[in-house]
């Protein structure tokens, strides 16, 4: 039972354009999201995160959007730059609970 | 500030063989976690701890155990390592309450049982 799904295995953008990344939950307890970005050989790192309160959280270059009705938020990266090439991950929790994890999309900026 | 050190950083073991990967933070975090990486199915949790001195299975916990030594070390043992057990693992902590509630990883430990 995947509670986190990133539908899109993998997405390619041109430097300096927007890059969309999407993740839909099925668990309507959820109550914080989160965004991570992996490089190869590295654990993950923390990009940005969202309350189930609010509908937009920015951090400068990254934006996150969360749609509660639709049970869905998305990660925008404007502009993108070689170095966002990744592997971005969402993840979900509820309350003090696990933290759940989408299975990843792979992010590659083309110059 | 280390944050979260994971040991050994790479592990070959034979089919059958018993092994320990060992978790510390020093960050003073309740809650640390274990999870795989596998190509294609992400991040899957192995086990949690809440806080000290408890443990929770999470989706993938057959082949494992751990324990929670004390508020810093989370141990991950493999009693008889079976191939389907070739993976990434990571090691987490994380706040359990309040605003920030990310959790930080460990470098991770590449496995492979062959």
């Known amino acids: 039972d995947q509670q986190v799904k990133q539908n899109s295995p993998s997405l390619s953008v041109q430097e300096g354009r927007i890059s969309i990344l999407n993740c839909d939950y099925t668990?309507?307890?959820?109550?914080?999201f989160l965004w991570y970005k992996k490089y190869p050989a590295e654990g993950p790192t923390f990009l940005i995160s969202?309350?189930?309160?609010?509908d937009k959280n920015e951090d400068g270059r990254f934006t996150v959007f969360l749609n509660k009705s639709a049970k869905h938020l998305s990660l925008h990266i404007v502009p993108s730059q070689p170095g966002d090439s990744a592997v971005y991950f969402c993840?979900?929790?509820?309350?003090?609970?696990?933290?759940?994890f989408g299975q990843g999309t792979r992010l590659t900026i083309n110059p | 500030n280390a944050g979260v050190t994971q040991t050994p950083k790479f592990q070959v073991l034979k089919t059958g063989q018993s092994m320990t990967l060992q978790c510390a933070q020093d960050?003073?975090?309740?809650?640390m976690y274990w999870y795989r990486q596998d190509p294609g199915m992400g991040l899957r949790l192995i086990y949690y701890?809440?806080?000290?001195?408890?443990?929770d299975k999470g989706e993938v916990p057959n082949g494992y155990n751990v324990s929670r030594l004390n508020k810093r070390e989370f141990s991950l043992r493999l009693e008889s390592a079976a191939p389907s057990q070739t993976s990434v693992y990571f090691c987490?902590?994380?706040?359990?309450?309040?605003?920030?509630?990310?959790?930080?990883f460990g470098q991770g430990t590449r496995l492979t049982v062959v």
């Open positions: 987490a902590s994380s706040e359990s309450s309040g605003g920030r509630r990310e959790a930080f």
């Open positions: 668990n309507s307890m959820f109550d914080y």
């Open positions: 969202i309350s189930s309160i609010k």
């Open positions: 993840a979900a929790r509820e309350g003090a609970q696990k933290l759940v």
């Open positions: 960050m003073n975090h309740n809650s």
């Open positions: 701890s809440a806080s000290e001195g408890t443990t």
